[in-house]
């Protein structure tokens, strides 16, 4: 190649710079004669070309080419402010003054396809409020109150709200600047906060509660929340969740205090705290509405559950008009504090001489195993109970089995037997509970210590039996009351008088 049509392709590289990029197919390192020359033609028009290629031929003397800005531009078909502007972008490094590019390095990403690395930086578009602050004077002396905009959730949505908080006195803020300083970290923290909640109604929430709750939930507590999540289904089926307001839940629960009784309002407040709980922990809704709910006054007493104190003499009465196996059944739950779904899963092979390890429980027909830190054992001291029991088990796998080979069902004995008999008896009774609310109070008015109680019970918590289970009768006042007043006023005793 002469010196004119070395001259000639440099013009045309300056005119259009696009003809430049088929260089990028080629390697380009020191036996490449179309920049080899194009450097020489340039140096040799113009002195100061000529030292700045003398230059960077000196520094592409190493094992790697370098380019500088014009030769990137021209290879990238783009200008040289552009390859300033975009250095970040680039495998650039710097010699003293000069800025080279590593040309293979460069050739080798976007033969790859590899787009070049952006320093863009995709930043979520924020409101931005510096506030206001206002000094008060009071009593104690000056107070500063700052004054911002927060997200507040509405039953329409989440709307823009203005809201003031106390910063602090004149004392623990002495200056304008500190007490700045503390809007901005409030403000900060606020709008950080929660994301704007999701569309979703309650009954879609409730449906992905239960995938959530259902197998870490214990079986008979699950469907307790599930038969009070369908009287609130009732009401909040198609309900926005982000809607359901704090006021709502509680004029909700003090309609249906007419038709329901107290028992089933706390049970249709606990579901409704459970769920909308889960609904603020998964960041569902912004706010948790059900704050200071309480159940209502007055409800509906027609449908309460009184549990009745049975005697020994109704007991006993009781199993003595009842039918094997059923009455070796009532048998067990008058002599020991045992819940219905244990019974229903007693195995003959779980007695131990007395003691009876309770390992498994019924519900729904469905049997479910105790975790080994969660069995506990229970001694049977009836004699007559224990030979029963022996005497039912030895032939089948549960002690008390149906017809078909499976665990009795204990609701379909009580409708059945337990009610009619003691409807006939003159006993108001409920269920199989009453035996094991009288056996806890025949235990506290025998001394029994409260933590043997809670533990014979079942119990997690020692209060539970004190506050649920038991209660007071006017035997129970009256002793407590006359032994008062034997030792307030001894004469008032007729023995003492006698003697």
């Known amino acids: 190649m002469n010196q004119l049509e070395s001259n000639s392709n440099c013009n045309e590289v300056r005119q259009n710079p696009s003809s430049c990029k088929p260089l990028a197919k080629e ?54 402010s ?16 000069l800025i080279r590019i590593d040309g293979d390095a460069l050739r080798i990403t976007i033969e790859r396809g590899k787009p070049l690395k952006s320093e863009r930086v995709n930043v979520t578009p924020r409101r931005y409020q510096r506030g206001s602050i206002d000094w008060k004077k009071t009593k104690k002396g000056k107070v500063a109150y700052g004054i911002y905009r927060v997200d507040a959730q509405t039953i329409n949505g989440v709307e823009r709200k203005q809201k003031r908080v106390r910063l602090g006195t004149i004392k623990e803020l002495p200056t304008e600047a500190q007490a700045r300083q503390k809007l901005d970290r409030i403000i900060a923290a606020s709008e950080a906060g929660p994301p704007e909640p999701q569309n979703m109604i309650f009954g879609e929430l409730a449906e992905r509660w239960k995938l959530f709750a259902g197998p870490i939930t214990p079986k008979p507590t699950f469907n307790t929340y599930l038969r009070n999540l369908q009287w609130v289904l009732s009401h909040w089926q198609d309900r926005i969740i982000q809607s359901i307001t704090r006021h709502e839940i509680q004029l909700f629960l003090n309609a249906q205090a007419k038709n329901y009784s107290r028992s089933s309002i706390r049970g249709m407040k606990t579901v409704l705290q459970i769920i909308l709980g889960y609904a603020f922990e998964e960041k569902l809704i912004s706010t948790y509405p059900c704050v200071k709910i309480k159940c209502p006054v007055v409800t509906n007493t027609k449908r ?96 008390f089995q ?51 109680r809670s533990g014979a019970l079942g119990h997690k918590k020692v209060n539970l039996a004190m506050d649920v289970y038991d209660r007071c009768n006017l035997n129970d006042l009256e002793q407590a009351l006359g032994s008062t007043v034997t030792q307030l006023l001894p004469s008032c005793d007729p023995n003492l008088r006698a003697a």
């Not at 552009?82 to 003054?97: A, C, D, I, K, N």
């Not at 009610?419 to 006993?427: D, F, N, V, W």
């Open 27 to 80: 390697p380009l390192n020191k036996s490449d004669g179309s920049v080899k020359e194009c450097a020489t033609a340039s140096s040799a028009g113009d002195p100061q070309s000529r030292c700045h290629h003398d230059r960077s031929s000196a520094l592409s003397n190493g094992t790697r080419p370098l380019w500088d800005i014009k030769q990137t531009a021209e290879f990238l078909g783009v200008s040289e």
């Open 82 to 97: 552009w390859v300033r502007r975009h250095l970040l972008e680039l495998p650039y490094s710097r010699h003293g003054r």
């Open 304 to 399: 309460c559950v009184k549990r009745a104190e049975l005697s020994e003499k109704q007991k006993l009465a009781i199993v003595a008009r009842m039918k094997e196996p059923y009455a070796t059944l009532t048998l067990l739950f008058a002599r020991t504090p045992v819940r219905v779904e244990d019974a229903a899963g007693m195995k003959i092979t779980d007695l131990e001489g007395h003691v009876w390890t309770i390992r498994r429980y019924v519900v729904e027909g469905e049997v479910y195993e105790y975790p080994p830190n969660e069995q506990r054992q229970i001694p049977i001291m009836d004699a007559e109970l224990l030979a029963r029991l022996r005497k039912l088990g030895a032939d089948r796998e549960w002690v």
């Open 402 to 452: 149906s017809r078909n080979g499976t665990p009795i069902n204990t609701g379909n004995v009580r409708k059945r037997f337990l009610k009619p008999i003691a409807k006939e008896l003159g006993i108001e009774i409920c269920g199989w509970h009453d035996f094991r609310h009288s056996l806890n109070r025949e235990m506290r008015r025998n001394g029994v210590d409260p933590k043997v």
